[in-house]
């Protein structure tokens, strides 16, 4: 074990500057109102790292955002994950399931108004810098299957799974929440409070039940099919 550890100091080491740059983005990304360049070079200042060390962990500009919304995005995945593995139908007594499992992954909070605002610096950002729209929004698909795992195990929470194509479904879900609780914020709500929404109460659950269909549906389809394949 110890002739692997001077070779692993190197990458524990990068590791670690990473990680400390990431989170200064964080701290600085929702209030700052200069360029892209201009941070980076803020970034590297604070971080107490050389420009020739900072371009060897983001080797441009771009590459700092990407990882940026890269950790928000697994960040929101594992709430999801956990919202719906501690979701239970039964606790919520005779309120519609649709409606306990809406209001339950609002209480996760897979977005907060910090990283939204971080995601909204990082667009205007990334297009002052003339990058094309399939480049901003890249590292989104990256993590996609990471997000359908979670819509998918929520859905099958309450008896569901997709009946679009889960991608178009996730994205669909993704973006309404996000606008809904962007317009939640800034009309004077409580973040915290965003499950009490109209949107949240009423127009997820229904979204939630356009999107997918009953797990049984899927059974007799299936069934259908190994019939017709003899």
């Given amino acids: 074990m110890t002739a692997d550890a ?7 080491a990068r590791e670690a500057g990473r990680a400390r740059v990431i989170t200064l983005a964080r701290i600085l990304l929702p209030t700052w109102d200069g360029s892209l360049s201009a941070l980076t070079a803020e970034l590297s200042r604070e971080a107490g790292i050389r420009e020739v060390a900072f371009r ?18 697994e960040e929101c995945a594992q709430r999801l994950r956990s919202a719906a593995e501690h979701f239970d139908p039964a606790a919520h007594g005779d309120e519609e399931p649709e409606v306990a499992l809406s209001v339950a992954l609002a209480e996760a909070r ?9 995601r909204l610096r990082e667009r205007q950002l990334a297009t002052s810098t003339g990058i094309r729209s399939e480049d901003v929004i890249a590292s989104e698909k990256a993590f996609l299957p990471a997000l359908l795992e979670a819509f998918e195990l929520l859905l099958a929470r309450i008896g569901r799974c997709f009946a679009w194509q889960p991608a178009l479904g996730v994205r669909v879900v993704i973006l309404t929440y996000e606008r809904s609780f962007e317009s939640w914020v800034l009309a004077g709500g409580n973040e915290q409070s965003f499950s009490e929404s109209p949107y949240v ?3 997820l659950p229904a979204l939630l039940l356009g999107v997918s269909r009953p797990l049984a549906d899927e059974s007799i389809a299936d069934g259908d099919a190994d019939r017709q394949s003899r």
């Avoid at 962990?57 to 995005?73: G, H, I, Q, S, T």
């Avoid at 977005?111 to 605002?117: C, G, K, P, Q, V």
């Fill in 201 to 203: 109460r009423q127009t």
């Fill in 110 to 118: 897979p977005l907060d108004w910090n990283s939204l605002t971080i």
């Fill in 6 to 12: 001077p070779s692993q100091r190197p990458e524990s």
């Fill in 56 to 73: 060897a962990l983001f080797p441009e500009d771009r590459d700092l955002l990407r990882a940026v919304d890269r950790e928000l995005l």
